[in-house]
């Protein structure tokens, strides 16, 4: 028989030294120190604590993070980390790991908050120092000025019992955290932890996550800058509404754009209109069987009477995918209709550029998606605060990842998913070398992303530090 195999024969063994693995996720525990990340989070869980530890709970909590961020899924994935001294430094035990996220309590958890603000704000002035200013959200080649934050929930199944896991309204089981992430980055700005039966539309909730949000946003570009907020439906409560309208006598100058259930009273203002125009693609093209129109001068006297003043009405009809669920309405109609509310003044786009702007808030599915691979689709305690800790250290995580690809990274992998970051770079193994008191991590030569790789570790040693 004829072997068809094109695989050489190899003969496995262990003893070899000098290599390690995961050489790329020391660009992440580096970058935790040039911004200052992993100082913040040692003074941050260090106040109350009467003498030094081996393992200092901050620097604990950091190396959590970027286990997350790597895609680790439990404490025990520590390991990878902790038995590459040589690469990686001391790395705590599992049992040491577990007790600084008990130690975590609320008073903690807002330090931990602050800390990643000081942090993003060392970044942002590294990127508008290297990287000559920071990313836009772009609409049909348009920067948008300002800040574009996106508001979402989603469920994270819990498969055994756990504090505050309960049935969900998709029929499962588990949890309903409600997050923020700041659009032009994929920077996840704050989130809560909820229980699997928490209100999708809850506005207590909402204002939480979004002033949490903006206390991420370093305080010289939060103020005297426009800042839209995104979401669904969820997001169009009154209550919700009335205190982004109130933060503008804060100095910050928000505006919104979020989905609006289908009334019988918007149903009859779809129905009487009568000037839809051509909806348009993200690209600018024509977007196939869809239209819009403005419903605002159409709606009943009291239907807008509870929204902000200024507050307009937009709806997009289209052709329904096969398949699609549509409600009684639409069925007659035969089209299937999404609307969305907005305060943006006439004059500062068409209702084809702001329709468009507002479908881009679907960008916050992908950063949910990515994030459950680095961190919060799964929580690893039956105690819901060491959860709610083990999500912020998620989001850490997550703003690491951005941080490399905004700082340190040209070209796709500047654009790149987690999980292509981790199986081109992060992942990759090197040998550890030493000579003349000089350690050299050295990657293959034939690695088609070692060059992507050595670059950003030029840069980030190249990255400016504040003045001490």
């Known amino acids: 028989m004829q072997s068809t195999g094109t695989r050489p024969k190899v003969v496995v063994t262990g003893g070899a030294r000098g290599v390690v693995g995961h050489a790329g996720v020391r660009l992440l525990t580096d970058l935790a120190d040039k911004t200052g990340l992993t100082s913040g989070f040692v003074e941050a869980l260090g106040l109350d604590r ?129 997050l923020c992430f700041l659009d032009a980055t994929g920077e996840a700005l704050a989130g809560m932890l909820r229980p699997g039966n928490a209100g999708s539309n809850t506005a207590a909730d909402h204002i939480t996550v979004l002033d949490q949000a903006l206390q991420q946003i370093p305080e010289p570009c939060r103020y005297g800058v426009p800042v839209l907020v995104r979401s669904d439906s969820a997001g169009s409560s009154h209550e919700f509404l009335a205190h982004l309208r109130g933060l503008r006598e804060q100095g910050v ?46 709606t009943s006297p009291g239907l807008l009477a509870s929204f902000p003043t200024g507050t307009r009405l937009i709806c997009r009809r289209e052709r329904p995918h096969p398949g699609a669920q549509l409600s009684l309405f639409d069925q007659v109609n035969g089209k299937r209709h999404q609307v969305f509310a907005t305060d943006t ?103 088609p992303w070692t060059n992507d790789l050595v670059q950003a570790f030029q840069r980030l040693a190249a990255l400016p530090e504040p003045v001490t």
């Open 50 to 178: 009467v003498r030094r530890s081996v393992h200092e709970p901050g620097r604990v909590a950091v190396d959590l993070a970027v286990l997350l961020a790597d895609g680790g899924e439990a404490i025990s994935d520590l390991a990878v980390l902790r038995q590459q001294p040589s690469l990686f430094g001391p790395v705590a035990s599992d049992p040491t790991a577990w007790r600084v996220l008990d130690a975590i309590d609320t008073a903690a958890l807002a330090r931990l908050r602050a800390a990643r603000a000081a942090a993003r704000e060392l970044a942002w002035a590294q990127l508008i120092e290297t990287r000559r200013g920071l990313p836009a959200t772009t609409i049909l080649g348009r920067r948008l000025p300002g800040f574009v934050l996106d508001l979402d929930a989603t469920i994270v199944l819990a498969h055994s019992e756990k504090e505050s896991a309960t049935p969900t309204w998709k029929a499962s089981f588990g949890f309903h955290p409600l």
């Open 345 to 447: 003044p006439h004059g500062q786009g068409s209702i084809q550029f702001l329709e468009v702007r507002h479908r881009a808030h679907a960008r916050v599915e992908d950063r949910i998606r990515t994030g459950k691979t680095t961190g919060f689709g799964r929580f690893p305690s039956r105690q819901f605060a060491i959860n709610q800790a083990w999500l912020e250290l998620a989001l850490t995580g997550i703003d690491l990842l951005a941080w490399t690809q905004a700082l340190l990274l040209d070209g796709a992998m500047a654009a790149a998913e987690p999980k292509k970051l981790r199986y081109r770079l992060l992942h990759v193994a090197a040998k550890l070398t030493r000579t003349a008191r000089t350690t050299t991590l050295r990657v293959a030569a034939g690695w």
């Open 253 to 298: 100058a928000t505006e919104f754009s979020v989905g609006v259930a289908i009334t019988e009273g918007v149903r009859a203002a779809i129905t009487a209109a009568d000037d839809w125009v051509a909806a348009i693609d993200g690209d600018g093209s024509l977007r196939d069987g869809a239209e819009i129109v403005e419903l605002t001068g159409l």
